[in-house]
């Protein structure tokens, strides 16, 4: 399991991906309300990599200053996987985004096993709504959230999630009351 460092959102923003999720669930279709830990939430991942523990906190916080504010989306991605597909709403890479995204891996400088798809020129920034849908359950579910109007979001705090201490630590920037609840310690 990776490491990761994330954007959240703001209360309301995380409310509106949070009836995607709910409107997937209605329809008995794969989505990420089902993924049950406490640290899930509607998030657009920075950066991934096998280990990115507290030494980075302090350069990661002063990266997390001055992020985006507005998240503006449009339309939806697929990513394939063997035989399913992952379904996550588009997010435009606005000026301020890309430069947070360039901010935090300068902080992540020399960590090890980078996630190719989360570093600089390869990243696709999204907010994923749902894991392992068939091409059947993919239709549906695009049919489903089609009509929902993509919206303009707002960015909240940045976090990063340790999966070898099961932590969130809370790092800054925008509102910091996004945070998730469970074991959260804020630098």
Not at 128 to 146: K, S, W, Y
Request: a negative charge.
């Amino acid at each position: 399991m990776a490491d990761s460092v994330e954007l959240l959102l703001d209360p309301p923003s995380e409310t509106f991906l949070l009836e995607d999720w709910a409107a997937l669930e209605a329809a008995g279709l794969p989505n990420q309300s089902r993924h049950l830990s406490f640290s899930n939430s509607p998030h657009i991942t920075l950066a991934a990599a096998g280990r990115i523990d507290d030494r980075y906190d302090a350069f990661l916080a002063r990266a997390a200053q001055d992020g985006p504010t507005d998240v503006v989306t449009a339309g939806f991605l697929v990513f394939p996987t063997r035989r399913k597909y992952v379904l996550a709403r588009q997010v435009i890479g606005s000026d301020a985004l890309t430069g947070l995204h360039r901010r935090i891996w300068a902080a992540l400088d020399g960590v090890e096993d980078p996630a190719p798809t989360t570093v600089p020129g390869a990243w696709t920034p999204h907010i994923t709504l749902g894991h392992g849908l068939t091409a059947d359950q993919l239709a549906a579910a695009l049919g489903i959230l089609r009509d929902r109007p993509s919206e303009g979001l707002r960015a909240g705090a940045v976090r990063r999630w340790d999966a070898q201490e099961k932590q969130l630590v809370l790092l800054g920037g925008g509102d910091t009351g996004a945070a998730a609840s469970g074991d959260v310690r804020a630098e």
